[in-house]
T-cell receptor
Framework: DVKVTQSSRYLVKRTGEKVFLECVQD?????MFWYRQDPGLGLRLIYF???????EKGDIPEGYSVSREKKERFSLILESASTNQTSMYLC?????????????FGPGTRLTVL | GQSLEQPSEVTAVEGAIVQINCTYQ??????LSWYQQHDGGAPTFLSY????GLEETGRFSSFLSRSDSYGYLLLQELQMKDSASYFC???????????FGKGTRLSVIA
């Protein structure tokens, strides 16, 4: 079974702190994604990566950055956390050779910024 | 840009059939997908349609009409465990990421 893991289920940080959210997948997937999910807004794409050291901005990249130094790991960084970044963060991965449009999601990290 | 419209909430009775609609506007079209997410859980893939017609997987079916920019997810013999949020998602080009709708919360009642 494909497994996508995220470093924390719940995280509480202070405004201005630097926050790292880690995502690891174990199925050698080329593609990895970071979303945030807020009530009534669905899943919004922050950043994605189709290869190691490659990154592309999604729909809402402001205030975030990412790092993909290894194929299996995709990190989301909040350089200076703000209260409006309180949200559920979901990581996903997919294979370019797998079933079309099938993404595998991690369990999510619920981040609260105080 | 791309936009998707789906109802925010649907309520249906256990054992019944429910249809969740999704209309989309995209510059191109590569496929329509459906995902299920239970409260507190991660979204999981349900189905994918690239061509017109109905795809059936057990109690779930997904339909696509590209000429109408419309699709739906059909759930039959509803069970309480089907209570969840359902998201449609589209991709307008082969190497672009999915865009998700805002989700439809399905409540199955006894």
């Amino acid at each position: 079974d494909v497994k996508v893991t995220q470093s924390s289920r719940y995280l509480v940080k202070r405004t201005g702190e630097k926050v790292f959210l880690e995502c690891v997948q174990d199925m050698d997937h080329e593609n990895m994604f970071w979303y945030r999910q807020d009530p009534g807004l669905g899943l919004r794409l922050i950043y994605f990566s189709y290869d190691v050291k490659m990154k592309e901005k999604g729909d809402i990249p402001e205030g975030y950055s990412v790092s993909r130094e290894k194929k299996e790991r995709f990190s989301l960084i909040l350089e200076s956390a703000s209260t409006n970044q309180t949200s559920m963060y979901l990581c996903a991965s997919s294979s370019t050779s797998g079933r079309a449009d099938e993404q595998f999601f991690g369990p999510g990290t619920r981040l609260t910024v105080l | 840009g791309q936009s998707l419209e789906q109802p925010s909430e649907v309520t249906a009775v256990e054992g019944a059939i429910v249809q969740i609609n999704c209309t989309y506007q995209t510059s191109g079209f590569y496929g329509l997908s459906w995902y299920q997410q239970h409260d507190g859980g991660a979204p999981t893939f349900l189905s994918y349609n690239a061509l017109d017609g109905l795809e059936e997987t057990g109690r779930f079916s997904s339909f696509l009409s590209r000429s109408d920019s419309y699709g739906y997810l059909l759930l039959q013999e509803l069970q309480m465990k089907d209570s969840a949020s359902y998201f449609c998602a589209v991709r307008d080009k082969g190497n672009t990421p999915l865009v998700f709708g805002k989700g439809t919360r399905l409540s199955v009642i006894a």
